[in-house]
């Protein structure tokens, strides 16, 4: 691999092979894994995994879409942490505490807990890490082509709730994604840099959103969805609360990036 990046263990069955590693990006240490079919001869196209807030790269969720993508479509795929998430937390109370606080919020049900009022200092500290993490999966793409391991140029990204809040300006000013999966996030009703940047996505969106979502009025979501520029989008709406996405959802997932990124 490249100089910036260190592989730090492998492991393999008869459908995928794991490998975590270590990139420099900017001078900070994103941990990240890559997963690959067992049975790959060469590249083939890409899907990366973007987690939500407070999880990190390995979480259920992601490690059950990576072993789908691999196994299912034979494509390769790749999370990293974002910023101040998973191996890069660097205070332990700070982050329990923005977990115990999302789940106040589900727990207070739709409308209850669906607006946030953060300090200036978080506001700054949130918008930094999404342009932080911007710049990191920009970064990942690099090394993916260096490596050899995208076929054709065909990458796909996933990425809900935080990770659409990433999503949306990486896709907005990265060519190189070719479609994207995104969903329970949402717009204000002010103009704002989310809501310029899902005008400037271009490429085929799939939007996934819960109806009784806890942390996003339904209004903000179908704000969001209107604002995707892509002339190809679709959005998916099921009955429920911001974690219950009903698992054959991800049945739509392998379709659509099969569809445009190929078998």
Same mark, same amino acid.
């Given at each position: 691999?490249? $100089? ?65 993508? $691999? ?21 332990? %109370? ?5 977990? $115990? ?77 070719? %479609? ?74 392998? $379709? ?8």
């Amino acid at each position: 691999m490249l $100089a910036a990046v260190q592989v730090i263990s492998e492991a393999a069955d008869d459908i995928v092979v794991e490998r975590r590693f270590d990139m420099t990006a900017d001078g900070d240490v994103v941990p990240g894994i890559v997963w690959t079919p067992a049975d790959a001869l060469g590249p083939t196209p890409v899907v990366l995994i973007s987690h939500g807030a407070t999880q990190h790269k390995r979480v259920a969720n992601v490690l059950a879409l990576a072993r789908r993508f $691999a196994g299912d479509l034979g494509f390769t795929a790749v999370a990293i942490d974002a910023p101040g998430h998973g191996d890069r937390v660097t205070d332990v %109370a700070a982050s329990d505490a923005r977990r $115990a606080q999302l789940a106040r919020r589900i727990a207070a049900g739709p409308g209850g807990g669906s607006v946030m009022n953060m300090s200036a200092d978080d506001t700054r500290r949130w918008v930094e890490h999404l342009g932080q993490g911007v710049k990191e999966w920009r970064a990942t793409i690099d090394m993916l082509e260096s490596e050899g391991l995208v076929r054709d140029g065909l990458i796909g990204y996933w990425g809900v709730s935080m990770g659409t809040m990433i999503g949306l300006p990486l896709l907005a000013s990265e060519p190189r994604v070719k %479609a994207a999966v995104l969903g329970l996030a949402g717009l204000p009703v002010e103009p704002g840099p989310l809501e310029a940047a899902a005008r400037d996505v271009t490429a085929p969106v799939l939007f996934v959103f819960q109806w009784d979502d806890e942390l996003v009025a339904r209004d903000a979501g179908l704000r969001l969805f209107d604002a995707l520029g892509s002339a190809d989008k679709t959005m998916h709406v099921h009955p429920g609360g911001h974690l219950g996405i009903p698992l054959h959802e991800r049945l739509d997932y392998v $379709a659509f990036f099969k569809r445009h990124l190929g078998a």
